[in-house]
């Protein structure tokens, strides 16, 4: 049972454009959510993390939106930017456990 | 401060042997968390160490475990290795389980192979 999934394997998008990234969840025992960032050979690095009790947190360029009710959040990246080319991973935590999506490769084309 | 190293990087190994692979945390942390990465399976959690004692443990058979040490230095071993435990084996630390927002900083990670 996935608790956690980002139903989208790849995105391709034109640097100075918007990039959406989905993520939907079922478990609504998640008080928290982070994104992580994955480049090829190295370990994941945290990107930006929401509360529940929030729906929006932004970062710079980077904004997650979520949305409780349909158990759903996003991470925009405006402007892109090829060095955002990465796998992102989407990940709900609770008590400090964390479940992570599959994750979604960016591609950011010059 | 250093990051979270793990040690080491590559390791080749054949069906049926066992491998231990190392973890050192970021100093002062005292969570340490491991996770499967392969491809198409995105992260799998392992398990979790705190305070020498494991917290929680994901849906991996016995042939995983874990151990952490007094200094927060965590091992993970594998034993009966099969073909499909080939994958990248990444450990993960942070200041203590059970915070809000309990943000993980991720060692570079363990490539294991197994011919």
């Known amino acids: 049972d996935q608790q956690v999934k980002q139903n989208s394997p790849s995105l391709s998008v034109q640097e100075g454009r918007i990039s959406i990234l989905n993520c939907d969840y079922t478990n609504s025992m998640f008080d928290y959510f982070l994104w992580y960032k994955k480049y090829p050979a190295e370990g994941p690095t945290f990107l930006i993390s929401i509360s529940s009790i929030k729906d929006k947190n932004e970062d ?39 479940i992570f999506g599959k994750g979604t490769k960016l591609s950011v084309k010059p | 401060k250093a990051g979270v190293t793990q040690t080491p990087r590559y390791l080749i190994k054949t069906r049926g042997q066992q491998v231990t692979l190392s973890c050192s ?49 965590s091992e ?40």
Not at chain 1, 70 to 83: R, T, Y
Not at chain 2, 43 to 61: A, D, H
Not at chain 2, 88 to 96: G, Q
């Open chain 1, 60 to 98: 710079g360029r980077f904004t997650v939106f979520l949305n409780k009710s349909a158990k759903h959040l996003s991470l925009h990246i405006v402007p892109s930017q090829p060095g955002d080319s990465a796998v992102y991973f989407c990940a709900g935590g609770s008590q400090g456990n964390l």
């Open chain 2, 25 to 73: 945390p970021i100093s002062g942390h005292r969570s340490v968390s491991w996770y499967q990465q392969t491809p198409g399976q995105g992260l799998q959690f392992l398990f979790e160490y705190f305070s020498e004692t494991q917290r929680n443990k994901g849906n991996f058979p016995g042939r995983f475990s874990g151990r952490q040490f007094s200094n927060s230095r």
């Open chain 2, 76 to 115: 993970m071993n594998v034993s009966t290795l099969e073909l499909g435990d080939s994958a990248l084996y990444l450990c993960a630390s942070s200041l203590a389980p059970g915070q809000r927002t309990n943000e993980q900083f991720f060692g570079p990670g363990t490539r294991l192979t197994v011919l």
